[in-house]
């Protein structure tokens, strides 16, 4: 019988990283992001809060503190989906330009995938460092796909006027896209084993910045100019009608399905008002709440120039899973609320029980 369990996580990067390697966003920013002004690049000038998060060990001790937070919610979600035992996972992710590249922008995309291998620690953030876990670089993950459900889910969508791209094998990046194969290693952060199929639902989140900044922290060039934004990702609006789409067609099939959405909040190097270094906290708080009070209404009425203004980019995936929350007329549990000057994201952990 169909049923719906909700969680929204984050796909925070440097967790893969051992602290100790100092591999933190803000590093990367200061030391070749020329948008940031000189004065900036000194402790001495940053908001208090930050300058006491970054100490004088460049924030390790505090990405500890804040690694301990994070993963005691994400050991609290996973035991919530054993206890549900569903069918499959619906990871919400964000493509940045790992399969959304230069010759395809889709604002949403079902991944049919039958089975997948990845090498995280060989790829992206963790390439070149020693990762959390001191697994073997070349150590490989794999996952189950559920290409029966993804494929009947497109089409239910399609039926309820939601344009759905599919891809049945990856375009230019193998594996799984990092947004979801982050949130699989960390709901099995204690590798004790994690063997549930996923299919993952991939969202057009950067928009304006995908090709722009190759999806990543720093601008991109050609000929020595930064290159013009392109076209903007979906709406919040948008997200939340396809987040009820989907909850409606979950309800017509015959699956038990754990809808996670996984993302940070507003990102600092997203976001200009506060020189590229911190996020934007008050925006977050204002989401927050509203989330909180389960005010789905106001999230709609977010536009997309005031998501990007914010950094808050990576929320589209939160919009969607709110909009099936909102058809479902759940109500949230937080687990936590984690802000932060100096680790790129501020993150959220919520739950929504049957």
Same mark, same amino acid.
């Given at each position: ?73 994400? =050991?609290?979600?996973? !035991? ?63 996952? !189950? ?13 399609? %039926? ?18 990092? #947004? ?14 994690? %063997? ?15 090709? #722009?900044? =190759? ?6 060039? =050609?000929?020595?100019?930064? *290159? ?19 909850? =409606? ?9 754990? *809808?996670?959405?996984?993302? #940070? ?17 008050? #925006? ?12 789905? %209404?106001?999230?709609? !009425? ?50 929504? !029980?049957?």
């Amino acid at each position: 019988m169909a049923e719906i369990f909700g969680a929204g996580v984050t796909h925070y990067p440097p967790m893969l990283v051992a602290d100790e390697e100092k591999k933190f966003v803000i590093h990367t920013t200061l030391k070749y992001d020329e948008r940031v002004p000189e004065h900036m690049k000194s402790p001495i000038n940053w908001p208090e809060p930050m300058r006491v998060e970054y100490g004088e060990d460049e924030g390790v001790a505090s990405a500890t503190a804040h690694r301990e937070r994070l993963v005691s919610s994400f =050991r609290a979600v996973k !035991r919530e989906i054993e206890a549900f035992d569903p069918d499959f996972i619906l990871v919400v992710g964000d493509d940045q330009y790992e399969n959304f590249r230069d010759d395809i922008i889709p604002p949403f995309c079902i991944l049919a995938y039958e089975d997948s291998e990845s090498t995280p620690f060989m790829r992206g953030y963790a390439a070149g460092s020693r990762n959390a876990w001191n697994e073997p670089v070349e150590k490989v993950f794999s996952y !189950r796909g559920h290409a029966q459900a993804a494929r009947w889910l497109t089409a239910q969508m399609i %039926d309820q006027g939601v344009d759905m791209a599919y891809a049945y094998k990856p375009l230019h990046t193998p594996g799984l896209p990092h #947004s979801i194969l982050n949130t699989l290693l960390y709901l099995d952060y204690d590798r004790e084993g994690f %063997d549930v199929p996923v299919v993952p639902l991939m969202v057009n989140c950067y928009g304006s910045k995908v090709i #722009s900044n =190759r999806g990543g922290a720093l601008p991109q060039k =050609r000929d020595g100019v930064f *290159l013009e934004p392109d076209p903007p990702g979906p709406s919040p609006r948008r997200c939340m009608q396809v987040g009820a789409a989907l909850a =409606r067609a979950i309800q017509e099939s015959p699956w038990r399905v754990a *809808l996670v959405a996984s993302s #940070s909040w507003s990102h600092a190097f997203l976001t200009d008002k506060n020189y590229f270094l911190w996020p934007d906290l008050e #925006s977050d708080r204002m989401m927050f709440e509203s989330l909180q009070a389960g005010d789905y %209404d106001a999230w709609s !009425r977010v536009s997309t120039p005031e998501i990007e203004a914010a950094g808050q980019q990576e929320l589209l995936n939160w919009a969607c899973l709110l909009g099936a929350m909102a058809e479902l007329d759940r109500k949230p549990e937080v687990l936590d609320y984690v802000e932060t000057y100096v680790f790129n994201s501020n993150k959220c952990m919520v739950l929504f !029980r049957p």
